[in-house]
Protein backbone atom coordinates (compact mmCIF):
# COMPACT_ATOMS: atom_id res chain seq x y z
CA UNK A 1 0.00 0.00 0.00
CA UNK A 2 1.39 3.52 -0.97
CA UNK A 3 0.60 6.47 0.85
CA UNK A 4 1.18 10.05 -0.55
CA UNK A 5 -0.34 11.64 -3.38
CA UNK A 6 0.20 10.44 -6.95
CA UNK A 7 1.68 13.43 -9.48
CA UNK A 8 -1.41 12.94 -11.58
CA UNK A 9 -3.52 14.11 -8.52
CA UNK A 10 -1.22 16.94 -7.53
CA UNK A 11 -1.15 18.25 -10.97
CA UNK A 12 -5.15 17.70 -10.90
CA UNK A 13 -5.43 19.70 -7.98
CA UNK A 14 -3.26 22.49 -8.69
CA UNK A 15 -5.66 22.81 -12.34
CA UNK A 16 -8.49 23.19 -9.87
CA UNK A 17 -6.84 25.97 -7.80
CA UNK A 18 -5.78 27.82 -10.89
CA UNK A 19 -9.20 27.55 -12.65
CA UNK A 20 -11.11 28.72 -9.18
CA UNK A 21 -8.18 31.41 -8.69
CA UNK A 22 -8.96 32.95 -12.13
CA UNK A 23 -12.54 32.94 -11.90
CA UNK A 24 -12.11 34.84 -8.34
CA UNK A 25 -9.86 37.26 -10.09
CA UNK A 26 -11.94 38.01 -12.57
CA UNK A 27 -14.83 38.34 -10.29
CA UNK A 28 -12.97 40.73 -8.41
CA UNK A 29 -11.77 43.13 -11.44
CA UNK A 30 -15.89 43.31 -12.20
CA UNK A 31 -16.71 44.00 -8.45
CA UNK A 32 -13.64 46.73 -8.48
CA UNK A 33 -15.17 48.53 -11.84
CA UNK A 34 -18.57 48.80 -10.83
CA UNK A 35 -17.39 50.88 -8.02
CA UNK A 36 -15.84 52.88 -9.94
CA UNK A 37 -18.52 53.55 -12.40
CA UNK A 38 -21.03 53.89 -8.90
CA UNK A 39 -18.71 57.07 -7.56
CA UNK A 40 -18.71 58.79 -10.84
CA UNK A 41 -22.20 58.48 -10.96
CA UNK A 42 -22.69 59.64 -7.46
CA UNK A 43 -20.04 62.11 -8.18
CA UNK A 44 -21.47 63.67 -11.20
CA UNK A 45 -25.15 63.72 -9.77
CA UNK A 46 -23.86 65.92 -6.65
CA UNK A 47 -21.77 68.25 -8.81
CA UNK A 48 -25.46 68.83 -10.77
CA UNK A 49 -27.22 69.34 -7.94
CA UNK A 50 -25.00 71.60 -6.12
CA UNK A 51 -25.18 73.65 -9.55
CA UNK A 52 -28.86 73.58 -9.07
CA UNK A 53 -29.40 74.72 -5.46
CA UNK A 54 -26.46 77.34 -5.90
CA UNK A 55 -28.75 78.57 -9.10
CA UNK A 56 -31.81 78.22 -6.23
CA UNK A 57 -30.05 80.17 -3.48
CA UNK A 58 -28.62 82.61 -5.54
CA UNK A 59 -31.98 84.11 -6.52
CA UNK A 60 -34.13 83.27 -3.36
CA UNK A 61 -36.27 86.78 -2.09
CA UNK A 62 -34.75 88.55 -0.66
CA UNK A 63 -31.66 89.05 -2.61
CA UNK A 64 -33.69 88.54 -6.26
CA UNK A 65 -35.51 86.66 -7.95
CA UNK A 66 -36.13 83.24 -9.59
CA UNK A 67 -36.19 84.39 -13.02
CA UNK A 68 -33.25 86.80 -12.88
CA UNK A 69 -31.39 83.80 -14.13
CA UNK A 70 -30.23 84.90 -17.83
CA UNK A 71 -31.58 82.81 -20.69
CA UNK A 72 -30.10 81.06 -22.91
CA UNK A 73 -27.62 77.95 -23.57
CA UNK A 74 -24.62 77.36 -21.73
CA UNK A 75 -25.12 79.38 -19.10
CA UNK A 76 -22.11 80.63 -16.85
CA UNK A 77 -24.24 80.78 -13.76
CA UNK A 78 -22.61 78.24 -12.40
CA UNK A 79 -19.01 78.84 -13.72
CA UNK A 80 -17.46 79.86 -9.94
CA UNK A 81 -18.27 75.99 -8.75
CA UNK A 82 -16.20 74.74 -11.50
CA UNK A 83 -14.93 71.26 -10.21
CA UNK A 84 -11.78 69.81 -12.15
CA UNK A 85 -12.48 66.86 -14.24
CA UNK A 86 -16.00 67.59 -14.56
CA UNK A 87 -17.56 69.16 -18.33
CA UNK A 88 -20.82 70.82 -17.11
CA UNK A 89 -23.95 72.51 -19.61
CA UNK A 90 -26.78 74.79 -17.92
CA UNK A 91 -28.88 76.28 -20.46
CA UNK A 92 -31.91 78.19 -19.12
CA UNK A 93 -35.15 78.55 -21.54
CA UNK A 94 -37.74 80.98 -21.28
CA UNK A 95 -41.34 79.26 -21.28
CA UNK A 96 -44.09 81.06 -22.62
CA UNK A 97 -46.63 81.97 -20.13
CA UNK A 98 -50.44 80.14 -20.39
CA UNK A 99 -49.08 77.02 -21.43
CA UNK A 100 -49.88 73.84 -19.30
CA UNK A 101 -46.57 74.61 -16.65
CA UNK A 102 -46.52 78.51 -16.67
CA UNK A 103 -49.73 80.16 -15.86
CA UNK A 104 -51.13 84.06 -17.89
CA UNK A 105 -48.76 86.54 -16.24
CA UNK A 106 -45.99 84.14 -14.24
CA UNK A 107 -42.70 84.52 -15.68
CA UNK A 108 -40.90 80.88 -15.97
CA UNK A 109 -37.63 79.47 -17.00
CA UNK A 110 -36.91 75.96 -17.57
CA UNK A 111 -33.59 74.95 -16.34
CA UNK A 112 -31.23 71.89 -17.56
CA UNK A 113 -28.25 71.10 -15.93
CA UNK A 114 -26.14 68.83 -17.52
CA UNK A 115 -22.53 67.28 -15.41
CA UNK A 116 -20.81 64.49 -17.50
CA UNK A 117 -17.14 63.02 -16.47
CA UNK A 118 -16.03 60.63 -18.94
CA UNK A 119 -19.03 58.63 -20.07
CA UNK A 120 -21.42 59.33 -17.09
CA UNK A 121 -23.65 61.93 -16.85
CA UNK A 122 -26.33 63.27 -14.50
CA UNK A 123 -29.03 65.72 -15.70
CA UNK A 124 -30.97 67.99 -13.19
CA UNK A 125 -34.29 69.96 -14.60
CA UNK A 126 -36.26 72.16 -12.84
CA UNK A 127 -38.17 75.69 -13.50
CA UNK A 128 -38.44 78.57 -11.49
CA UNK A 129 -41.07 80.82 -11.82
CA UNK A 130 -41.85 84.51 -10.64
CA UNK A 131 -45.69 85.07 -9.99
Not at 24 to 52: D, H, K, M, P
Not at 56 to 70: E, I, K, T, W
Not at 109 to 120: P, Q, R
Request: with cysteine; aromatic share 6%.
Amino acid sequence: MSRGFSLVELIIVIIVIAIAAVAIGSGFARVSSSLALNENVQRTSQVARECAEHVLSSLRPPRGHYDAVASGANSTVCNAMAVAGFNRVVNVNDMAPGGALCAAGWNCKWVEISVTKGTTTANVNFMVVRY
